[in-house]
């Protein structure tokens, strides 16, 4: 009996030492990730001219495929006091584009949108990003076509 005892509490004693070495482990490994993380965030903080320069670069533009690569970056800009991701960006400048006729309108609607995002992006910028996503939406399609049909 007396084996029987000192086995099991040998057991537990093991057991219990192993889970506690277990979770110091993982709980030095988490904060270390938080930490790298964090400081990946906050190094990535660009202004919008850096987006509005690689959509410039970009041959070939096809909103799809642009964010799809939005999607997977970790890329944050900061207009104002507002941080937004890269794909946030992107389905904002896609949905002005949708909704606007002309540069004029695209502009008013940013300017709605956050009132302090003309100040960051020049005029010529502007334009490029509005005729870059405004291709492939019915409205481009719609303008292409001959008049009198519509």
Known sequence: MKTLITTIVTLLLTVTLTAQNHVAVN????????????TKKISEIESVSAL?????????????????DAEDSHKRYQIGQEIYTKKELVKIFRKGA????NVIEFE????????KFLN??????????????????L???LDTLPSGIF
Not at 27 to 38: A, G, K, P
Not at 98 to 101: A, G, I, M, P, Y
Not at 108 to 115: A, V
Request: cysteine-free.
């Open 98 to 101: 949708r909704r606007s006729e």
């Open 120 to 137: 960051n992006v020049s005029e010529l910028e502007t334009v490029d990003i509005f005729t870059k996503f405004r291709e492939g939406t």
């Open 27 to 38: 709980t030095l490994n988490y904060e270390t990730d938080v930490r790298t993380v964090s």
């Open 52 to 68: 509005t320069l690689e959509i410039y670069e970009t041959s070939n533009f096809e909103y799809r495929n642009f964010l799809k």
């Open 139 to 141: 409205h481009a399609y």
């Open 108 to 115: 008013e609607f940013l300017t709605d949108y956050n009132p």
